[in-house]
Nanobody
Framework: QVQLVESGGGLVQPGGSLLLSCTAS????????MGWYRQAPGKQREVVAG???????NYVDSVKGRFTISSDNAKKEVYLQMNSLKPEDTAVYYC???????????????WGQGTQVTVSS
């Protein structure tokens, strides 16, 4: 089984920072493509940031210049540094990874259970 576990969420004041981390464990042959998405109550899920094996990153416009995604493929970890947080960043944040469980298996998308981020004074 493959499991992704996020950590680092919490309550922070506007303008503050948080670092989210996500670690994958289990039967994993290779990882390619990692990222974070979020879902706020009453809103559609949106992909916040993504990173691929060559280090190329992409961000949703609303977080550009404030959030930074990074990864350590060897450790099967992905991170999201969130600075200058705003109340509209409040959501449950989920990490995802594209994983091959064996050399012959197809790529499949896995995601974690989510971590709550609340930005409020």
């Amino acid at each position: 089984q493959v499991q992704l576990v996020e950590s680092g969420g919490g309550l922070v004041q506007p303008g503050g920072s948080l670092l989210l981390s996500c670690t994958a464990s289990g039967s994993i042959f290779s990882v390619n493509g990692m990222g974070w998405y979020r879902q706020a109550p009453g809103k559609q899920r949106e992909v916040v940031a993504g990173i691929i094996s060559n280090g190329r990153t992409n961000y949703v416009d609303s977080v550009k210049g404030r959030f930074t995604i990074s990864s350590d493929n060897a450790k099967k970890e992905v991170y999201l540094q969130m600075n200058s947080l705003k109340p509209e960043d409040t959501a449950v944040y989920y990490c995802y990874m594209y994983i091959k469980k064996t050399s012959g298996s197809p790529w499949a998308n896995y995601w974690g259970q989510g971590t709550q981020v609340t930005v409020s004074s």
